[in-house]
């Protein structure tokens, strides 16, 4: 696989909860912290979750207690479970490594929250 695959956003009202997944490129899966970032338009794209190959993750403050980022090694995937979501948490979400590598950014998926 060459292509970085994400899927999962949606419309979701304040408080609900999505599931996103990330497919990425195996090669550069397997040696790299990999994250989730997020972006607003007219804003710059921040990290928000990272996970390193060992499973450790690492969170921003404003997702702290909400998300869980996981990673599965055998299918070079990673995953963002997003629970009691704000209106604040829409976005276009992305995956990429950490240091974000330029041409991997993929399509990302909007996450909308309505209040």
């Known amino acids: 696989q060459l292509r970085v695959v994400v899927s999962g956003g949606d419309l979701v009202q304040a408080g609900g909860s999505l599931r996103l997944s990330c497919a990425f490129p195996?090669?550069?899966?397997?040696?790299?912290?990999m994250a989730w970032y997020r972006q607003v338009p007219g804003s710059e794209r921040e990290s928000i979750a990272s996970?390193?190959?060992?499973?450790?993750?690492t969170y921003r403050d404003s997702v702290q207690g909400r998300f869980t980022i996981s990673r599965d090694n055998a299918k070079n995937e990673i995953y963002l479970q997003m629970n009691t979501l704000k209106p604040e948490d829409t976005a276009n979400y992305y995956c990429?490594?950490?240091?974000?590598?330029?041409?991997?950014w993929g399509q990302g998926t909007q996450v909308t929250v309505s209040s």
């Open positions: 990429n490594a950490i240091p974000p590598l330029r041409y991997y």
């Open positions: 195996g090669r550069i899966f397997a040696a790299n912290t």
């Open positions: 996970i390193t190959r060992n499973g450790q993750p």
